[in-house]
């Protein structure tokens, strides 16, 4: 068992693999809470972590032989329908906006309101005028 500073209580169970952080079980990986354990009680860290992990079956993938893909020209031709993204689905990216500008005073393209001929900034410069 640890408790957080928050007060709140974890229970962490070796034997079984678990923690209330449900991190140890998702991942099979030891969460901070594990690692805690282990450490406290002194025990061996590598009998907690998951087989998959571990470098002996990380090298069991790269024993077989990679076949190479071979010369493009040599593919079967494809016949089936070509798929084109479209891009007004696309969702937008943080920072600069990668459309055309257009000004929310005007309504023209190329510019924004503050560079619009027709904006009276605080000094009172700018012609009311349109263009």
């Not at 990380?58 to 016949?79: A, C, H, L, N, Q």
């Amino acid at each position: 068992m640890r408790e957080m500073p928050s007060g709140k209580v974890l229970v962490v169970d070796l034997a079984r693999r678990v923690c209330d952080c449900g991190h140890f079980q998702v991942k099979r990986l030891p969460c901070c809470h594990v690692i805690a354990c282990y450490v406290n009680q002194r025990l061996d860290w590598q009998v907690y972590v998951n087989d998959v992990y571990k470098m002996s079956e990380i090298r069991k993938v790269y024993r077989v032989e990679f076949v190479p893909v071979g010369d493009p020209e040599t593919w079967p031709g494809y016949s089936e329908p070509t798929l084109v993204a479209n891009p007004t689905l696309r969702r937008t990216s943080k920072g600069q906006p990668k459309g055309p500008r257009i000004c929310h005073l005007c309504g023209k393209q190329g510019h924004c309101r503050s560079r619009c001929l027709q904006y009276v900034g605080p000094s009172g410069v700018g012609s009311s005028g349109g263009s």
